[in-house]
C-alpha cells in the first residue's frame, strides 16, 4: 500500500514514469503503467488538456434507460 501510495503522489507531482519505475524497481515501464491508469486524477487532467478552448468539461451520466438496458446484461 505504501508502495502505492507513493508511486501515485510521485505521478501526481509530475515526476517521470521512468523514475518512478526505476524507484520501485521495476524491470519495465509496463510494470509501472498500472499507476497512471488507476490515477483517475491524472486521467482528468490529460482530458481537459484535450478539450477545445471554449469548450466545457463534462462528465457523462448515462439516462434511465440505457442503466436498465446494462442491468439486464
Known amino acids: 500500500m505504501l508502495r ?12 517521470d514514469l521512468s523514475v518512478i519505475a526505476l524507484w520501485l524497481g521495476h524491470e519495465s515501464l509496463e510494470s509501472t503503467q ?19 478552448i471554449n469548450a466545457k468539461p463534462t462528465t457523462f451520466k448515462p439516462d434511465d434507460r440505457l442503466m436498465e438496458f446494462l442491468k439486464a446484461l
Not at 498500472?34 to 477545445?52: C, G, N, R, V
Open 34 to 52: 498500472a499507476y497512471i491508469s488507476s490515477d483517475l486524477t491524472q486521467k482528468i487532467k490529460i482530458l481537459e488538456k484535450t478539450l477545445p
Open 4 to 15: 502505492h501510495t507513493s508511486a501515485v503522489h510521485l505521478l501526481q507531482a509530475g515526476v
